[in-house]
């Protein structure tokens, strides 16, 4: 088959991967707000697609098509594409630069619904929207041009030696880590829920409301990072399709590996294993192994995605208790630590040194720039739009007070009283 071709299908799983973390988020939320949670799914997801159209793949590009440099020590580094606005000039005929067009439409949609996990049941409907256009008209494409655009990040090993430059196959720093640390710039902004934290400081649980969407959306989620990471793959380190049954496989086994290691973790700590935990689990495991999917051997994504539900499973408490974030969806956690452990590993396991300070510097600049930038704009956007909802709101729940209806109209929903503080 056509390379182009097998793309293009692998291309068509990737809208399941939205599918699969819109039903997550919405699992983990209050019932109240579910219905919210898949609009705002949907809303988001839109609102992703016609804003990179305008100008996001502008400023992401495609390596070897038009883009500012600039000279250093008797180097020339790629900082930026130079693409027109609105696709103009691109043939959408089924060229990598085409098809990469459409898997950028995507990622940007799946990127953007990442922050809705940890904003969930006080994020406003309008506010998320505006957000994702920052994400998918800037943070977004900044990033992914300088990784799979053929930016400086990428330029690393021609111009410097250190392996084959920075690698991403399947999108774990362009896709998985901008989108969590958005994220933790969202919770950061918007506050804890109310009655999320005492007094005193201690944190109280507030479970998900359905665990079968939670786990049902794992399932899609594996499927659309099947084709996610093949098409990236294909795209942006040249594998065939052949390779792809490789890319396939260690997608899969990273994110069983740490779906298991999450269960073992949480029957050893609390007697039982924990569903949302080994959920959150299994989708960092698929986030950890998405970076090194085209080059790590077997035995080395497993390894990884092990690694990755231990890590989620410690940085969901860690980050709840010592950092106060309240992030129902566990979204800091899983996107950005696993984001960032899966491009440390593909360097750990995947290459010489060389190639891990490539990694390193791929990480660095994440939380570096990333980080700072996503949290400016969202601070900004937030003088000027406030992204909480209002107390009403929060009390009522997202469903009646934005939409006017509820998502379980024949029950009872949980409608608990907490502090107006």
């Not at 580094?77 to 693409?83: Q, S």
């Not at 990598?96 to 439409?105: F, K």
């Not at 090993?157 to 920075?166: E, K």
């Not at 005193?200 to 996610?228: K, Q, R, T």
Request: glycine content about 16%; aromatic content about 10%.
């Amino acid at each position: 088959m056509n390379t182009m071709a097998f793309c293009f299908l692998c291309t068509l799983l990737v809208p399941l991967a939205g599918a699969g973390l819109a039903l997550i988020n919405a699992g983990l939320g209050r019932s109240r707000s579910a219905a919210h949670v898949m609009l705002a799914s949907l809303a988001i997801i839109g609102v992703a697609a016609l804003v990179y159209f305008m100008c996001g793949f502008a400023w992401q590009g495609f390596p070897g098509r038009p883009a500012h440099v600039f000279a250093a020590s008797g180097r020339t580094w790629n900082w930026l594409a130079a693409e027109p606005f609105f696709l103009r000039g691109l043939a959408l005929d089924g060229s990598p630069a085409s098809l990469a067009a459409w898997l950028g439409i995507l990622s940007a949609g799946l990127a953007a619904l990442i922050p809705l996990g940890s904003g969930a049941d006080r994020w406003r409907l309008g506010a998320s929207c505006a957000s994702t256009a920052l994400l998918a008209g800037l943070t977004y494409p900044l990033f992914a041009h300088w990784a799979w655009g053929g930016g400086w990040l990428a330029q690393l090993g021609a111009n410097n030696g250190l392996g084959a430059g920075f690698l991403d196959a399947g999108g774990s720093g362009s896709i998985q880590a901008v989108g969590g640390l958005t994220a933790l710039s969202i919770a950061w902004i918007l506050g804890p829920r109310r009655g999320k934290y005492a007094p005193d400081g201690a944190p109280s649980a507030i479970p998900g409301h359905n665990a079968v969407l939670v786990l049902f959306g794992c399932l899609m989620a594996l499927l659309g990072w099947l084709g996610l990471n093949c098409a990236g793959a294909i795209l942006y380190c040249g594998a065939e399709p052949g390779r792809t049954v490789l890319v396939a496989v260690n997608t899969t086994l990273s994110g069983a590996a740490a779906a298991l290691a999450a269960a073992a973790l949480t029957r050893i700590r609390f007697g039982k294993p924990d569903a949302s935990l080994c959920a959150n689990g299994w989708v960092g495991g698929l986030v950890a192994g998405s970076a090194g999917c085209a080059l790590l051997a077997p035995a080395a994504a497993v390894v990884t995605g092990a690694v990755a539900g231990l890590l989620v499973v410690f940085a969901v408490e860690w980050i709840e208790l010592r950092l106060a974030v309240d992030d129902p969806g566990g979204a800091v956690a899983v996107h950005a630590a696993g984001g960032i452990w899966g491009l440390l590993a593909a360097g750990l396991f995947g290459g010489g040194a060389g190639q891990t300070v490539a990694q390193l510097a791929g990480i660095a600049t994440l939380l570096g720039c990333v980080l700072p930038l996503t949290y400016g704009l969202n601070l900004a956007l937030n003088r000027f739009f406030p992204q909480r909802v209002a107390v009403e709101g929060e009390r009522r729940g997202m469903d009646l007070y934005e939409l006017g209806a509820g998502a379980y109209p024949e029950f009872i929903t949980h409608s608990e009283d907490f502090p107006l503080r």
